[in-house]
């Protein structure tokens, strides 16, 4: 069984400071991991994904991720937020030993950008 | 790039109605997904297809059905409307089908329909 838990349901951070967004995950398997970005009334894009390469991964609009299976984490990261990023966020995990089609996502985090 | 199209982009039906959202993918991709969206509760799988004319229920299959006919075209129909089928419904596609212990492959999405079921 796989299941994934976004720990913050809203993140609020200024223009230009970090970005955060925590995820974590429990899977019986080697899972692949990824961030899907929403934004208002738009369809979900993927933002990046793991499957067992490099622990860090880099994605577009320059967020990136590390996996870290001791912590069972997959942290979405940004050095500066831009107002453009204000959407909503999903981690999605992927058992690849078992599961119909294999995806379950999180709940998601709203990311909000004050000017 | 990837293109998943929906019908409509809103809609609103009466209870009762029989309502059918397609969706239409033009990268020759095996599956095909229906998913809905209801805020704090992210997105849930109702029903997959791996293939033309075939069907998986997913997690909340109730009160739906599917139709695969074509590889192309992926439609998910409510026989009888009802208010708590209210939602955002999106569908997905990916490029081939998961093996047995394989990895799930990225998902491309549609932009989504809003159903307002009065």
């Known amino acids: 069984a796989q299941s994934v838990t976004q720990l913050d349901s809203h993140v609020s951070v200024s223009e230009g400071t970090p970005v955060l967004l925590r995820c974590n995950y429990s899977s019986s398997y080697s899972p692949s991991l990824f961030w899907y970005v929403q934004h208002p009334n738009k369809g979900l894009q993927l933002l990046l994904k793991?499957?067992?390469?490099?622990?860090l991964v880099k994605g577009i609009n320059g967020f990136e991720a590390e996996f870290k299976k001791s912590e069972t984490s997959f942290h979405l990261t940004k050095p500066s937020a831009h107002m453009s990023d204000a959407a909503e966020y999903f981690c999605v995990v992927s058992d690849s030993g078992g599961g119909a089609d294999g995806l379950t996502f999180g709940k998601g985090t709203h990311l909000i950008i004050q000017p | 790039d990837v293109k998943v199209t929906q019908s409509s982009r809103y809609l609103v039906k009466r209870t009762g109605e029989k309502v059918f959202l397609e969706c239409v993918q033009d990268?020759?991709?095996?599956?095909m997904f229906w998913y809905r969206q209801d805020p704090g509760l992210g997105l849930r799988l109702i029903y997959f297809?791996?293939?033309?004319?075939?069907?998986e229920k997913g997690d909340i299959p109730e009160g739906y059905s599917v139709s695969r006919e074509k590889k192309e075209r992926f439609s998910l129909i409510l026989e009888s409307a009802s208010t708590n089928q209210t939602s955002m419904y999106l569908c997905?596609?990916?490029?081939?089908?998961?093996?047995?212990?394989?990895?799930?492959?990225?998902?491309?999405f549609g932009p989504g329909t809003r159903l307002t079921v009065l």
């Open positions: 997905a596609s990916s490029p081939r089908p998961p093996l047995a212990g394989g990895r799930a492959d990225t998902q491309y």
């Open positions: 990268m020759d991709h095996e599956n």
């Open positions: 297809s791996y293939d033309v004319k075939m069907k």
């Open positions: 793991y499957t067992s390469a490099a622990t």
